[in-house]
C-alpha cells in the first residue's frame, strides 16, 4: 500500500514551503530499494506530469520547473519518499501523488495562493 500525505497545510502563498510524504507498507527494505519511487502532480484537465523521482540506483531527476526549489529524499528504513518544496508558486498548485512502481498513492492537494 502506498499512502501520500501532506506535513502541515495544504494551503501556502507565493514563497512558502511545505513537505510532503509517501510511505510504502508491507514491502521488505530491498524491494523498496530497487523500485523507482517518484512524486507526480495534476491540474484538473491536463496530464500528470512527473516532478521529481529516485530510481533504484540511486538517481534523482526533476522536472525542470522545480529544479532548485523541490528537493526529493528517501528513508529506506521508514520505506518512505520526501518532496520538500520551497519557494513554492501559484503554478505549483495540483493534487500531488506519489508513486512505488506500478502502484499509486491517493494524492493530496497542494494549493499555493498569490
Known sequence: EVSCRRLGGGSVQAG???????RVSGTI???FWSKTKAWY?????QVRELV????G???????ESVK???TLSKDNTKRSTYLQMTSLKPEDTAVY?????????QGTQVTVSS
Not at 512558502?16 to 509517501?22: D, I, M, N, P, V
Open 16 to 22: 512558502g514551503s511545505l513537505r510532503l510524504s509517501c
Open 29 to 31: 527494505l530491498s524491494v
Open 41 to 45: 502532480r495534476q491540474v484538473p484537465g
Open 52 to 55: 521529481a523521482e529516485i530510481t
Open 57 to 63: 540506483d540511486g538517481a534523482i531527476n526533476y522536472a
Open 68 to 70: 532548485g526549489r523541490f
Open 97 to 105: 501523488y506519489c508513486r512505488f512502481g506500478l502502484s499509486w498513492g
